[in-house]
């Protein structure tokens, strides 16, 4: 029984890693529209966790067409080196199968975008989304506040000892690096009569490269490792909740919920890390047929059915050997009749050999002569080859030393391997391959480009806003200072006579205002005045408050849609700056013109190579002729000879007959007996199988039935579970859909 449930675990645990490798492709894919978007969706909302829906509506549709429309979702989850996280983005496709001219959309996502049509959407009354799809498929990004259905944190052990990530990065010693998924996304499920959690079977692939200059003798608990040389790949898988789902012991097989990384490191750096989640595995399975985990039940079934039909063969053969026993005197007078032709038969065969050992001798001397004309052949052939192999091992060593990986040259591939050659060597197939390899080189660093584009704008603005702001505190700063003045000029030219407040407010002559103006106009000249103006706007200045005005008039700048234009024009145009210097660069160019010249090479190594070709098939053809008329020649010699050994063994067989025969004839008494004895064996035989299929396969297979249904019951419960869980941005009930999520956790640098 452990044996049965192990294989069922392991064959499951296998085709979860091929579905998890080969979701990947997609998923990457789809992570190029979310680089670009990424800056425009810093905004997010708190949401709960209610379905989304989504819903389709066009007059020429029935219901029925509604099933036609999915939503397949990537969610991209930015994470800290700790798995914390920082981001979340959600990729959604609307797959418009029946082209619907539009489509409703109630979706729980912030800052949505189209990123790659320019339909539009608008909010009805009930706050939904409608798409004006005009018959297309939907592609939008957006940002969401949610927790995850699958949780991961990532540790980190130095020396045996726990460490943060930012304490990590450029020590040196024994490493431990363990991966813990937390899944959190279940259902509450009636299990033989008990309310059980069946968590959605997610598969955790978790993906990262190593350097190994900084990284040795690197282990993986739960997964496989890849060196090529340069750096190890790591390919850890998981699945969280699995143990729960089919309540199996642990001590007698455990489904790993973690990965863990182990190694020898110097000068600790560690790159980012990649995990994809999906629960693609079990939406593959048809619960109903999974009673036909059942087959191994069937199977028994099958036994039992194949042991009834031995059973009845054999009292078949029991019935049959009653019959040839009652037939015994008619075999006895046929092994009389076949005694007295075995006689005529031993005097014909021992003429046919005789001739046969004349035509032997007659073809033998033609073989002999055709042998000796083509003695040569084998020597032509295989020095003509032995060239010709020189020649490719020669081809070969020049391409290899230009740089080139080729496959062995042989006779028979020569032509379509340096055709290739010729191919990728072409002057358009090099650049676009250099300018596809230095533009993903490029956009993998996107992100820093952006951040050191955004850096730079939040510092012009910042500037901007510091410098509006000092202009109203100098003015505001002027304006308290003149009046302090005037509260003390004006009583001391009107000799005490007028105060400020007097002067404001009453009609003064020309020729005191003028006195007036001129005293407060020489005091805020003065230096004294100007230090003091300047150090109360300084102070103003370094002031908690216009620091949080300039701080909050700055975010608000860089929130106005003109600056993120602006950012993402300059990023761009960085990015294409980025890949023309590198185009520019010698490296690139003289790779070109290597290959240009590298063409012109092998197509003349080629043309020499097929010249030699044509000597060497015309040569094999000339021997060819001289081996078939040969081979033809042995043929006929073993023939011969053939004829002779069979005309011997003939009549040396017949001769045995002869004598065979004969003591059958004498033996056929001792037949009869053995038939008898044959016939109560079939019997004994039959009864043997009948207790076989009572006392041993019923008793395996009522074993087998009252342990596995259990395990079956769960592996049901899970595949609904896993299907149920379609989306985790939102998805109308009428439709069908998918959701992956891709998490990224940051790099750890050492400080150099």
């Given at each position: 029984?452990?044996?049965?449930v192990n ?8 085709a979860?890693v ?17 680089s ?10 708190e ?6 829906e ?26 800290s ?16 199968s029946?082209?619907?001219s539009s489509?409703y959309d109630?979706?729980?996502?912030d ?32 940002t ?11 540790s980190?052990?130095l020396d ?24 959190r ?11 059980e959690k ?32 340069d750096?190890t ?11 729960n789902?089919?309540?199996i012991d642990?001590?007698?097989f ?7 990384i ?5 000068n ?10 999906a ?20 199977a ?5 059915s ?13 019935d049959?050997?009653?019959a ?12 009389n ?7 005529t ?7 046919l ?16 002569g ?5 003695s ?54 090099v ?9 993903d ?13 955004s ?8 500037s ?5 702001v ?8 002027k ?31 020309d ?5 007036v ?55 761009e ?40 070709n ?18 033809g ?25 002869y ?13 009869l007996?053995g038939?008898t004895q ?12 009948s207790q ?24 049901k419960?899970?595949?609904d579970?896993s ?10 009930d009428s439709?069908?859909g998918?959701?992956k ?12």
């Open positions: 029984m452990k044996n049965i294989k069922i675990i392991s064959a499951s645990l296998c979860a091929i579905a998890g490798t080969a979701g990947t492709a997609y998923a990457l894919n789809s992570n190029k529209n979310a670009y978007t990424e800056t425009e969706n810093n905004k997010s909302s949401s709960d966790n209610s379905n989304t989504l819903s389709v509506t066009d007059s020429k549709n029935s219901s029925s067409d509604m099933s036609e429309i999915s939503k397949d979702e990537t969610v991209y989850v930015l994470a080196a700790d798995g914390n996280v920082q981001k979340i983005i959600v990729s959604n496709w609307i797959k418009n029946i082209g619907a489509i109630k979706s729980e996502l800052d949505i975008t189209n990123v790659k049509g320019n339909e539009t959407y608008s909010i009805n009354s009930e706050n939904a989304k409608v798409w004006d799809a005009q018959g297309n498929d939907i592609y939008y990004q957006g969401i506040k949610k927790e995850l259905p699958v949780g991961i944190s990532v980190y052990q045996g000892k726990t460490i943060s990530a930012a304490e990590l990065a450029g020590k040196s010693g024994h490493v431990n690096i363990r991966f813990d998924y937390d899944n996304q279940f259902e509450t499920v009636d299990i033989d009569g008990s309310q069946i968590y959605v079977p997610f598969a955790m692939l978790t993906g990262m490269l190593l350097d190994n200059n900084i990284f040795t003798n690197v282990e993986v608990s739960n997964g496989k490792l890849i060196n090529d040389g750096r790949a790591i390919i850890g898988f998981a699945f969280p909740g699995l143990q789902n089919l309540n642990k001590e007698d455990e489904i790993p919920d973690y990965i863990e182990s190694a020898d490191v110097k600790f750096e560690f790159g980012i890390t990649i995990t994809i989640a629960n693609e595995l079990f939406n593959n399975f048809d619960a109903d047929k999974l009673d036909s985990a059942e087959n191994i039940l069937d028994f079934d099958e036994l039992n194949a042991m009834n039909k031995l059973m009845n063969g054999s009292s078949e053969l029991y049959g050997l009653s040839l026993l009652d037939k015994s005197g008619e075999l006895v007078e046929g092994i009749k076949l005694a007295d032709g075995a006689e038969l031993k005097t014909g065969a021992e003429n050999d005789n001739g046969a050992a004349e035509l032997q001798s007659g073809i033998a001397e033609l073989h002999f055709l042998s000796e004309l083509s040569n052949n084998t020597a032509l052939t295989s020095g003509a080859k032995q060239v010709f192999e020189t020649l490719l091992a020669t081809a070969a060593s020049q391409i290899s030393n230009s740089g080139l990986s080729i496959p062995e040259l042989t006779i028979e591939n020569y032509t379509d391997v340096l055709n290739n050659v010729i191919v990728s060597l072409d002057e358009n197939s650049y676009n391959k250099a300018l596809q390899s230095v533009t080189a490029v956009n993998a660093n996107i992100s820093t480009i952006e951040e050191k584009v850096d730079a704008v939040r510092t012009q603005v910042e901007q806003v510091t410098s509006a000092l202009q109203q505190v100098t003015e505001q700063v304006t308290a200072v003149r009046g302090q003045i005037a509260e003390q000029v004006i009583p001391a030219v009107t000799n005490g006579q007028l105060t400020k407040d007097m002067y404001e407010s009453t009609s003064v002559d020729e005191i205002k003028s006195a103006e001129a005293a407060i106009n020489s005091q805020m000249e003065s230096n004294d005045t100007n230090k003091l103006i300047n150090d109360k706007i300084l102070q103003q200045m370094e002031s908690d408050e216009i620091k949080a005005v300039i701080t909050s008039k700055t975010e608000e700048q860089m929130q106005s849609q003109a600056v993120k234009d602006k950012i993402s024009e300059n990023t145009l960085q990015r294409q700056q980025a890949i023309y210097e590198n185009m520019a660069s010698d490296s690139v160019q003289q790779q070109l013109k290597s290959a240009s010249e590298g063409v012109q090479s092998i197509i003349s190594l080629k043309t020499s190579l097929d010249s030699y044509n000597f060497y098939l015309g040569l094999l053809a000339y021997t060819d002729g001289v081996y078939s008329a040969e081979n020649a042995a043929q006929l010699n073993d023939g011969a000879n053939t004829l002779k050994n069979g005309t011997s063994a003939l009549c040396n067989g017949v001769n045995e007959l004598s065979g025969i004969l003591q059958l004839k004498d033996g056929t008494p001792a037949l007996s038939i044959l016939k109560d064996g079939a019997m004994q035989l039959s009864d043997g199988l076989f299929n009572e006392q041993g396969i019923k008793k395996i297979s009522d074993a087998v039935d009252g342990n596995i249904s259990g395990l079956i019951c769960r592996l419960a899970t595949v579970v299907k149920n869980y379609k989306t985790f941005s939102g998805l109308d439709m069908d998918q959701v999520f891709i998490y990224r956790t940051d790099s750890i640098k050492a400080d150099n």
